[in-house]
């Protein structure tokens, strides 16, 4: 079982940058690839971004690619999505997903656990 608490949303104008981070419980952290998706008001849970169990490999949808970055720290059970260039059309829930595959993925259906998700609301 892994439990995952994501931190770090927030107001913020547009251009301007945030920060996430999703902290993991659990021993097997490091075999698990990591996930983002959000979820805008009356819309979809979509893809955002994946990162492999070693922090590898990456995989960004179209709308974020170039401005928003994934890492993970694997000594502490993190990963961190920072976000540069906000848009206004990037305000939505941020959820962080696991999956007990190693590899990246864009599918919500690949994904085993998710967190709460947090707040990010960037004003034009």
């Known amino acids: 079982q892994v439990q995952l608490v994501e931190s770090g949303g927030g107001l913020v104008q547009a251009g301007g940058s945030l920060r996430l981070s999703c902290a993991a419980s659990?021993?097997?952290?490091?075999?698990?690839?990591m996930g983002w998706f959000r979820q805008a008001p009356g819309k979809e849970r979509e893809f955002v971004a994946t990162?492999?169990?070693?922090?590898?490999?990456?995989y960004y949808a179209g709308s974020v690619k170039g401005r928003f970055t994934i890492s993970r720290y694997n000594a502490k059970n993190t990963v961190y999505l920072q976000m540069n260039s906000l848009k206004p059309e990037d305000t939505a829930v941020y959820y962080c997903?696991?999956?007990?595959?190693?590899?990246?993925?864009?599918?919500?259906?690949?994904?085993?656990?998710w967190g709460q998700g947090t707040q990010v609301t960037v004003s034009s």
């Open positions: 997903a696991a999956t007990q595959s190693r590899t990246t993925s864009r599918y919500r259906g690949d994904y085993d656990y």
């Open positions: 990162i492999d169990w070693s922090g590898g490999a990456t």
């Open positions: 659990g021993r097997t952290f490091s075999s698990y690839a």
